[in-house]
């Protein structure tokens, strides 16, 4: 039995973890992408819980950079960045319910050199911006175009070869009376940047409108802890997610679950504030779903917490705390 | 001759700094406030620059604390705070231009105690709040209902008696294509909490998109640095602004401009990047406009500039930064 | 009668607040100067409380900048920096005493220009630094040397004259066990550029360690808010305190009270908790010496509360918060 | 072969990776313990590069945590913890040398239980503490005393037994003229808890004085990302390091190497400093030993640096950032 039957979404979703019906997201079906996560758009699809979407995403730049000689700051256009697919509206969803999303597959999309990454000006965790604003010159834009494929990866020179780890950059839910540049990650989710939302994970979300309305994107081929120059391998994808519901857990900020490990994800500045964050939550989600006492699970957390920095880069920083699960054991049924 | 007929208003704004029309915003007429900075909601007016409009602006709790005894936590439903009025859309702006805002008039409104502050739970800046995220248990609720009049002041006890040094907390114009909570200041003005928003100041807004959008609420009788708890004090008001319109001025963040000085307001998290982005817009603006050496620029600030404290309190920090005119003189005619 | 003869200093130092005896401390008496806050220096006066010192203080280069051709780089040592005068043994002191230091003068020492600002690579608040570090090219270097009279003040260039406004950038007291660069302001005072520090106030520091071991020195003509590119207007100087003691007072960070006035200064980083501690020290300050309730307090700081950036280029930041003199009273007799 | 035959330490050290003779630093070889890190105290040993000494390490609280019912605000007193073995002096080490330490051995001492933790007032990573200041009471005291071995781990509860593993959380160089507590971790080592630095890794620590003076202490048998109480599980140790010397290699900031990484250690406030400053160092190391272009090993780095988060809970935060030793191969010869 794989850990997903008894995983969280397989025992509070409405769908039970089954997959139900599935959805092409084609860029036909999408037609326009979306650079907000808000309630004013209308939905793409709309979805019964335990359906699967098989979406097609741009890379964050709707692939405007074509080659190495491109400028990003001539080919792209403020705010009209990180295109997101969706929204999808998932029936019987309101307020104070969980989104759950499996991701179960992303593959690349595309003619290769399908990966880019390149340095924009006045943006990256190494230089002034237009928030931590200096009076220092800006770095000089470079673009990298890259092959990506599953089986062999990216070839990043001649000497080095980067694994294929894709995860989703971007993902949540709508916030209720609020339209939130896709840039931009928070409770709802968005662009956390989190290389832990990969295939195989469960990522919890909260529920802050009528039907949810999920958008994503923003898939990256591999990305380190903290998406240095702020921008990862960004290609399109084929991004495959089945996605459940379920009722009444209100969560606060996004959790995530895998094998491995039960995480939950905050953002902030400084960046400290998101790491407290991630930690409270842990602590809360200890003492309501395994019944510790807070002061316990912040004592046990002191000696085998993780922290996963997601980004140190976009408006606000993100990061994961987790604990085994092989410390902490199952939670209890609701 | 008033300063106000040479400021930058009158010499730049489309009306000439000349009062045109004036429009009554009064409760009736604008309907429903609103609690998002966006371009979703349809204009309550439609003005010329030089407009004058008179607004009857709620208090940031929209009235709903009554008494002492009533508990912020039972009567306000996030994110249903901070009202405001609008959106004014002004003829001939486009993305680009600045919108001048000169403000006129504050005066209470209604029945007394017209004012009111108090402790919420987990917000303020000396206490752990959902932002910084603390397992400390929270200061108990706590409301103070004050009597406001122009003449006499705020009766705060006995002994203290406070002055009524009216402001704006919120301001700004809509951004692009989000639509942002308006408990939040940035780049479009927005939740500034900044006291010297205040009568006889002119305060510039960058334009967006077309027809600006101006919104603005949540008055203050009176507001320390800083806006300690997170609540100064609240009233509801007769607010008037004359609204000009300064075509082809493109600003990156918020100016103020009085007779004694010239500031650029910058909010942000940590505290410093709102200093930093304030003061860069400072050494800018006296690089363009003032025919500065940008780095002979930041060593005179680095004598004479000065800081003030708006929030610290609020989703990003607000703080202006300013030099005396008596010093820098008057900006180049354009 | 002036404030000053009901002033703390009055009411609770050992001397009352009465000037007793004057040491010269001179360059020659002085000798070596310091670079560190500890007490594993000789003192170089012995002194009552009461006493008079005249220091010769020197700039924060100790003159090495001479020219306006010299560069920053070649002629300065770290951590060589910012020389300090003292260390000063106070008779009487012990840890959880406090220190009451009545600046009485501060002007310009030796030829001119005495006055010296200056750029300096990898420092200041609108560049990278090395604790800000990031890859963007430093601004380069560049020198003023200026001419400054307490008469005249300061000319600056041939439009701009910027008047003397003296204070004592560096003082503090010695931490218990360690020896902290001159250049680090913290709990004992230190460097915290905090323009206030100007003659008529009185300083209040802790004392941590027997005899007090008092230092001083880094005197600017003048400075604005945030001390922005590092260097204020540095100026070697004869400056004029009268130290007192006042037994049993134990203040964990240092305060100042002026006929105006009563402030608490915080240092730290980010900038938002040396707000923070600042501001709860005052909150103390009421709660102890005037028999505020804590809240009530934090309240009536929200409405009247000021607040001054020292600086936000140093290893910790400082600000100063503080509440009128008119509004809060006087302090409680002990 | 092992990879220590090839690291920089064998490569470069004066001894060239070889053990020398070996020193007890028992509890009675060092007498009184150090409580910061600076060149005022006087040698208890002087050892050639290569020497091996096995130090006694007390805990963080030095004993005085003897019970379950003690309380930490009783039996401790700031400034006088966290007691270090040292200063060791190394014959040859001058300013710009780096010393090489290689960490071979950790393992408990003394009677069981021998590790401690516990919740401490105003200390740790999800409280109000002195330098996050807030008006929030305080949590509880509370202590927990746990038996540790190397073979059984640590018994934490009837449910969880977590591995023991054991690292140095505070080691480092003496500054050149500051004393600065043995709590504070800053480019000199010190107090960075960092797991990392532990048995089988070899730290690189820079010289700045003769002598190098090392210092070292405060290891722990456990302890999570963030360190976020504030208190790992602290116990007395035989700790067994390899101390060589690398002549005229000055590195700002402490680095490590494992058979897996290469890693740079930033502290800093806020987080993001600290993270700033290990990627900045880390960058310039690959531009320097692997002939990498900056902007290059910034993109890299992009894609697959990886963050360990020591401590969010002492006066400067510590991060590591590291490139795999699969990834970017072994640095050129010197």
Chains 1, 2, 3, 4 share one sequence.
């Not at 309101?94 to 179960?104: M, Q």
């Not at 081929?221 to 399109?236: M, R, S, T």
């Not at 964050?277 to 019944?291: C, G, H, K, Q, T």
Request: proline share 7%.
């Amino acid at each position: 039995m794989s850990w997903l039957e008894n995983s969280i979404l397989a025992r509070m979703g409405v769908a039970g973890g089954r997959p139900g019906r599935t959805h092409a997201l084609t860029e036909a079906r999408q037609g326009r992408y979306h650079y907000v996560y808000g309630p004013y758009a209308e939905p793409v699809l709309t979805i019964e819980p335990g359906d699967v979407v098989v979406a097609e995403t741009h890379d964050a730049f709707e692939g405007k950079i074509r080659s190495e000689t491109d400028r990003p700051s001539e080919v792209l256009r403020f705010p009209y960045l990180n295109p997101q697919n969706g929204p999808i509206f998932v029936k019987g969803a309101e307020k104070g319910d969980c989104l759950a999303v499996h991701i179960k597959d992303i593959r690349p999309r595309g003619p290769q050199p399908v990966g880019t990454t390149c340095l924009i000006t006045e943006f990256g965790g190494l230089v002034a911006t237009g928030a931590t604003a200096l009076l220092n010159k800006p770095l000089p834009e470079k673009v990298k175009k890259l092959h990506v494929t599953v089986e062999e990866g990216v070839k990043w020179s001649d000497k080095i070869t980067l694994p294929y780890e894709p995860f989703i950059g971007t993902i949540g839910t709508s916030p209720e009376i609020e339209a939130i540049s896709s840039l931009v990650p928070d409770y709802y989710g968005g662009n956390m940047d989190l290389p832990d939302v990969a295939p195989g994970a469960v990522i919890y979300l909260p529920v802050n409108r009528e039907g949810a309305l999920l958008y994503l994107g923003d898939c990256h081929a591999i990305q380190g802890d903290g998406e240095l120059c702020g921008v990862a391998l960004e290609h399109p994808t084929h991004t495959t997610v089945q996605v459940d519901l379920i009722k009444d857990w209100t969560i606060a900020w996004p959790r995530l679950e895998t094998e491995a490990f039960f995480m939950t994800i905050g953002s902030g500045r400084p960046m400290e504030d998101a790491a407290r964050i991630a930690y409270r939550e842990l602590v809360r989600w200890m003492a309501s779903d395994w019944d510790f006492d807070e002061h316990e699970a912040y004592l046990l957390l002191t000696q085998c917490g993780k922290v996963r920095v997601g980004n140190m880069v976009d408006p606000k920083y993100t990061l994961g705390a987790s604990i085994k699960r092989s410390i902490v054991g199952e939670p209890k049924g609701r």
